[in-house]
């Protein structure tokens, strides 16, 4: 469903990206894992031309992502863009309606979604009444998948979606993403950091390094067997993680 061909891209003189080939299936959850600068949201923002590539091409069901089709693709899919990307001149609840409200839905319907994903990010309903600004980094977390799981969309595409969340709701909120993922029959491009997240969401993993992605496989594959001493590096230092 998610295919890259060769994309690439650059800044100046430096590679943040090499000519990338990437699948994922319809259905499947793929992650990307690796130590920060790797290129990891390099490739999945060129998913959405969120950063135009340089070279090669992505196609999302067939069609190729373009500025001309771009649009479309970005009203089905949900994103978590690093960091959040809420509008901070906007609440949490509005922020999380803008879109549903320029698709038409009515204020019962949205309440009664908002209500329903309060409850699935583990959200106190009252805190979709502030601006992110007065929220603490999970809470702006929560209310960034909130906003990206409104539509129910089953395309995701999320860049350390639970990254600020401490340990304890990181963990609960990993059984019901996956849940989620697969009740939408989603098919899921995720950025992590996190060993245990990668085993509970993906069902295969491509480690990144330095703008490549230098092993793929399932988890259990990749620490089994780690091709550079980078992704033993990486995997050595989580290997308390892996189930
Ligand atoms: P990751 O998400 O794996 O941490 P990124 O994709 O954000 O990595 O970055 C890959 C490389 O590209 C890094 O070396 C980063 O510094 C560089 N880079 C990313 N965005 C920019 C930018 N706008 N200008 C210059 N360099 C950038
Ligand atoms: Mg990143």
Redesign the pocket.
């Known amino acids: 469903m998610i295919r890259l061909r060769g994309v690439a891209?650059r800044?100046?003189a430096?590679?943040?990206?090499h000519p990338t080939d990437l699948d994922v299936a319809r259905g499947e959850t793929v992650a990307?894992l690796?130590?920060?600068?790797?290129?990891?949201?390099?490739?999945?923002?060129s998913v959405l031309r969120l950063?135009v590539p340089d070279a090669g091409t992505v196609t999302v069901d067939g069609t190729e992502v373009t500025a001309a089709t771009v649009g479309a693709v970005r009203r089905r899919a949900g994103y978590v863009i690093?960091g959040g990307g809420l509008f901070p001149h906007l609440t949490g609840r509005e922020n999380a309606a803008l879109v549903p409200r320029h698709l038409g839905w009515d204020a019962a319907r949205l309440g009664g979604r908002l209500e329903e994903l309060a409850e699935l990010v583990r959200l106190d309903r009252a805190l979709l009444d502030r601006f992110p600004a007065e929220l603490s980094g999970g809470q702006r977390q929560r209310v960034a998948l909130l906003r990206a799981l409104v539509l129910g969309p089953d395309l995701l595409l999320l860049?350390?979606p639970l990254g600020a969340l401490d340990p304890v709701t990181r963990e609960a909120l990993q059984s019901d993403l996956r849940r989620l993922i697969t009740d939408l029959g989603a098919t899921v491009l995720l950025?992590t950091h996190d060993l245990r997240e990668a085993a509970v969401l993906a069902d295969r993993v491509g480690v990144?390094d330095g703008?490549r992605i230098v092993q793929r496989g399932t988890l259990s594959e990749i620490a089994d067997a780690p091709a550079t001493p980078f992704v033993e590096a990486f995997v050595e230092a989580q290997r308390y993680a892996l189930p």
């Open positions: 891209k800044y100046g430096a590679v943040a990206l990307l690796g130590t920060s600068g790797g290129g990891k949201s390099t490739l999945v923002r950063i690093q860049d350390e950025v990144m703008g």
